[in-house]
């Protein structure tokens, strides 16, 4: 019954160190678990070495070999539990190549006497009885780098005492290795060839393999957490099943029934019922089992993504730093729990802090988390930060650099940072960096409106000051224009009244000389009183009293007076002035006084643009919807580049500033606001170089005078002062 209990503790041990080896190698190929896992598999293989020796006792020589590769492989477990706890503290590198050559040559003389000349080996234990040369060798180099591994382990343990999960981490792998060690060695020197021996040594390397799983569970040393918790429950169903089917077969059955060699078919049938029952209660056992564990190893178990989604929904919903940072915190520390989380954005705040911060991650460019715990920051640097509760640092990156850093402290259960937990930090890193980067541009921008906002209202105040002020002058000087134009006007009238007078012969005869000149007189007598209008209209226009008041107009006779005015003016400067009139043309309902002006600045500007020795010709036409009056002449045109400023107030092409200094620039913009007013349009065309054609037209349907009856009541109207009138704003 002893041999069997031992035979099931010993199945029971090997195949949790071996899971846990493969187990914690496939959780992630890094150095340490590489390390752990061949230091493992190397215990493993040193208890089954020893087990099968004592399997095989009764072949003395079989049983002597087994033994002695069992001792050759103790350099190899030592070497590579120095090798896990060099990567485990993080310290430097030693050649190791060098050093396994030992072990690996020790490993190939195992099977000779050189190790043990001669033991004494039962199904209760095993006894070493004669020693060979290279036993003490063996046990030198085991005692080296064992205890190499195990002053790194101590020395990681003094140097983060304060530190509660660092500090519990390493103290409960020193338990783990030195009860191993103390017992397995005890057992074999005080207890040898004792059943108290068989049954220590399986149970301390069953107890390394439960401290170092309970470090994986709750210290997170190799985070394969999920494997490990159903592991242990295929475990601990195979052990129940075990015990249960050898406590009923071997300890009821087997003395109430006689031997199985001696049974028939029906004794045997409580056999084969236990069997059957033993198989049925396997899946109720592992459910039982999944459950225990589930609550052990994920009391604190959280899904990262759902996490993330309400993390990512708060950072859409919102682009106010200061919710963004609240809601973050709420949302990762519920998950994670741990003590603080806090945001580090100015440098300015606490510089030494974000020295340290920087330092942390000057060698890491690719990394963007630091778990200090994990011995990847400078001891010094890690104590600074420890003090101000800092287990975690963040950084929070983005394409223009760093942004800040997050920090967060202790878990509120004393346990480590989960590669879990990094990776959800990574991840929620990189959506806050971007997200806070997106805010503070938005704020940035946001009270540069609220800046520029207020500069340019300042700026509006001011322009609407300097506005009042312009119009204002605006005003006084349309009211000095108007007054001007007004005071002007009646000498001119007076004057060319007079000139109009001697031109006649009133006064007397005149010769060919004097009448010359008294009609060039009466011609910039005319100009001046056209150009004192145009001011005037151009005052009423700013006003608000530029009125249109149509008459029954004969559009032939204004143009034919406005060309005998001219004939004069076009003789002087050798230009041929022709008028295509009509035999008969409509009477228009037309502004008169206006269209003459209208006329007369069409004509002067063709005559005075028009070089010595060229031509403008007037035309009036009559279609049957429409009139039109145009102006052609072959003189200078105007420039393509400057024909829709053309006519603007006050502007004139640069080769008719040439060509005529004097001009105003009022004469087209006068015309254009006359023919809008008057429901007309425009006839414009020009090239420059070979002259220009002006012109308006007018629709039949709305400007044609009533005829008969209906004219001499409308000449009535106009008579008692009843017109229409059209006021132009």
Do not use: C
């Not at 009860?179 to 004792?194: E, H, P, R, T």
């Not at 809601?327 to 974000?354: C, H, M, V």
């Not at 940072?417 to 541009?441: F, G, K, P, V, W």
């Not at 108007?482 to 000139?499: E, I």
């Amino acid at each position: 019954m002893i041999f069997l209990l031992y035979i099931v503790l010993y199945l029971i041990s090997l195949l949790g160190i071996f899971s846990i080896a493969f187990l914690v190698y496939r959780s992630g190929k890094t150095r340490q678990n590489l390390y752990f896992a061949l230091f493992a598999s190397a215990v493993s293989t040193w208890l089954s070495l020893q087990f099968l020796a004592q399997i095989f006792h009764e072949t003395h020589a079989l049983a002597l070999i087994l033994l002695r590769i069992a001792v050759s492989l103790a350099p190899l477990l030592t070497y590579a539990f120095f090798l896990f706890a060099r990567e485990y503290v993080q310290t430097e590198r030693v050649h190791q190549k060098y050093w396994l050559a030992m072990p690996l040559v020790l490993l190939a003389l195992g099977w000779t006497p050189l190790f043990i000349q001669s033991a004494s080996i039962t199904q209760y234990g095993i006894a070493i009885r004669q020693v060979g040369v290279l036993y003490i060798l063996v046990l030198a180099y085991a005692v080296v780098f064992f205890g190499w591994g195990m002053s790194l382990i101590v020395r990681d343990y003094l140097r983060y005492r304060k530190n509660r999960k660092r500090s519990s981490q390493s103290r409960l792998l020193i338990y783990s290795f030195l009860q191993l060690i103390v017992i397995s060695i005890g057992g074999s020197i005080f207890l040898a060839n004792n059943a108290l021996s068989q049954i220590l040594v399986p149970l301390s390397a069953l107890v390394t393999a439960l401290l170092v799983a309970y470090a994986i569970v709750r210290h997170r040393l190799f985070d394969v957490r999920f494997i490990i918790a159903r592991a242990f429950a295929y475990l601990l169903v195979v052990s129940t099943v075990i015990l249960l089917y050898a406590f009923i077969v071997f300890g009821l059955l087997s003395r109430s029934l006689p031997t199985a060699n001696g049974l028939d078919t029906w004794q045997q049938l409580p056999y084969f019922v236990t069997a059957l029952v033993v198989a049925f209660s396997v899946q109720p056992l592992r459910s039982y089992f999944d459950r225990i564990t589930t609550r052990v190893f994920f009391r604190n178990f959280y899904d990262p993504q759902d996490v993330l989604d309400r993390l990512g929904e708060l950072l859409v919903r919102t682009l106010n730093v200061h919710d963004m940072q609240t809601g973050s915190q709420k949302i990762i520390s519920e998950a994670i729990r741990t003590q603080s989380l806090n945001y580090w954005f100015q440098p300015e705040a606490d510089k030494k802090l974000w020295a340290d911060f920087r330092h942390l991650f000057a060698e890491k460019s690719g990394l963007n988390i630091v778990v200090l715990d994990e011995g990847q920051a400078d001891p010094a640097v890690a104590r600074r930060l420890y003090d101000r509760d800092i287990a975690v640092v963040v950084r929070l990156r983005t394409t223009r650099g760093d942004l800040g850093y997050m920090t967060l402290g202790f878990k509120d259960s004393g346990q480590a940072y989960t590669s879990q937990d990094r990776r959800l930090l990574s991840t929620a890193a990189d959506e806050i960096a971007i997200s806070m980067q997106n805010a503070l541009h938005f704020q940035e921008i946001q009270n540069f409106n609220e800046t520029l906002q207020a500069n340019v209202n300042e700026a509006t105040r001011r322009l609407r000051r300097t506005n009042d002020k312009l119009q204002a002058l605006d005003a006084t000087k349309d009211e000095f224009i108007s007054m001007a134009s007004h005071q002007l006007r009646t000498p001119l009238t007076s004057v060319k009244g007079y000139l109009s007078m001697v031109l006649e012969g009133d006064v007397g005869k005149l010769n060919a000389q004097q009448k010359q000149l008294l009609t060039q007189s009466y011609a910039s007598a005319q100009r001046m009183v056209y150009l004192i209008s145009d001011l005037l209209n151009l005052s009423r226009l700013s006003t608000g009293k530029f009125v249109i008041e149509p008459v029954p107009t004969s559009l032939s006779e204004v143009v034919q007076s406005e060309i005998e005015q001219l004939q004069e003016t076009a003789k002087s400067r050798d230009v041929t002035l022709e008028f295509k009139r009509p035999a008969t043309f409509p009477t228009l309902m037309l502004d008169e006084t206006k269209i003459h002006q209208v006329v007369m600045n069409f004509m002067d500007n063709a005559i005075y643009y028009t070089p010595p020795g060229g031509q403008v010709v007037v035309t009036l036409s009559e279609t049957a919807t429409a009139v039109e009056f145009s102006v052609r002449d072959n003189g200078i045109g105007v420039p393509k580049p400057e024909q829709h400023k053309l006519f603007s107030k006050f502007y004139r092409a640069g080769n008719a500033r040439k060509a005529r200094p004097d001009g105003t620039g009022l004469g087209l913009f006068m015309a254009k606001k006359v023919i809008a007013a008057s429901g007309g349009a425009l006839v414009f065309e020009s090239e420059e170089g070979k002259g220009s054609t002006f012109g308006f037209r007018f629709s039949k349907a709305k400007h044609q005078a009533p005829s008969g009856k209906e004219q001499v009541s409308s000449v009535k109207g106009q008579e008692s002062g009843d017109r229409e009138r059209v006021v132009v704003g």
